[in-house]
């Protein structure tokens, strides 16, 4: 007998969040005028960066494998009465806006190589959608090269070590203050290059499907 669909269920929901953000009109990541609200984003890459070869060149006709999923939701969400509100904030903006100033801070990328979706959305799907995009995609910078979201720490909190992703990409100043690491450039651009061959996009890039049931 053939399951029930059923629409509530949180796949579905989920999966309507996500395809709504796919089928977004990508902007540049560079160039954002400023807006309100809380969501989900994917930013692309289209660059000569080596490791990134097979990503760059399937975006270059269309944003199609993104290299980093995010959301942007107001620390402490919303409480009491205000949950029937809007969320009031560049929320999403900012952090794509904090992203930017990353890339163009490393010293072998160029903002000019990066697009970006975004979709506001109510909090409460935020975290759903997210997740089932980056289980989707799996993004480089989601799970193989750590940090790029990361914020400065602060004085007195440079002894931790250096995101992975700034060994990569160096040239943002707090993260030279960090703890250097035993993983060099060459030994992260093989592991980057070989998760690439191995995590390639669906071709119906423009429709979330979840993962197979086990």
């Given at each position: ?11 579905n929901?989920?999966?309507?969040v996500a ?49 980093y ?18 969320i ?15 890339i ?29 995009l ?38 943002r ?26 995590n390639?996009?669906?071709?119906s ?10």
């Amino acid at each position: 007998m053939p399951e029930q669909f059923n629409p509530l269920d949180k796949i579905n929901l989920g999966k309507s969040v996500a395809e709504a953000l796919l089928e977004a009109a990508p902007d540049s990541l560079g160039d954002i005028k400023q807006f309100d609200g809380a969501g989900i984003y994917a930013i692309y890459y289209n660059g000569g960066f080596p490791p990134y070869g097979a990503m760059a060149k399937r975006n270059a006709k269309g944003c199609h494998w993104p290299i980093y999923i995010g959301k942007a939701i107001p620390s402490g969400g919303r409480k009491g009465a205000a949950v029937f509100s809007a969320i009031s904030g560049r929320h999403v903006w900012g952090r794509l806006r904090e992203h930017a100033e990353s890339i163009r801070a490393a010293s072998n990328l160029d903002i000019e190589d990066f697009k970006c979706r975004y979709l506001i959305v109510d909090d409460i799907w935020i975290p759903l959608g997210e997740t089932l995009l980056i289980a989707h995609f799996k993004p480089v910078w989601n799970l193989a090269l750590d940090g790029f979201g990361n914020h400065d720490p602060g004085a007195g909190r440079y002894g931790g070590q250096r995101p992975v992703w700034d060994v990569l990409h160096p040239g943002r100043a707090w993260a030279a203050k960090c703890a250097t690491r035993s993983e060099t450039p060459v030994e992260l651009s093989t592991r980057i290059a070989d998760f690439l061959s191995k995590n390639p996009p669906a071709d119906s890039h423009m429709r979330f499907e979840p993962p197979a049931k086990t």
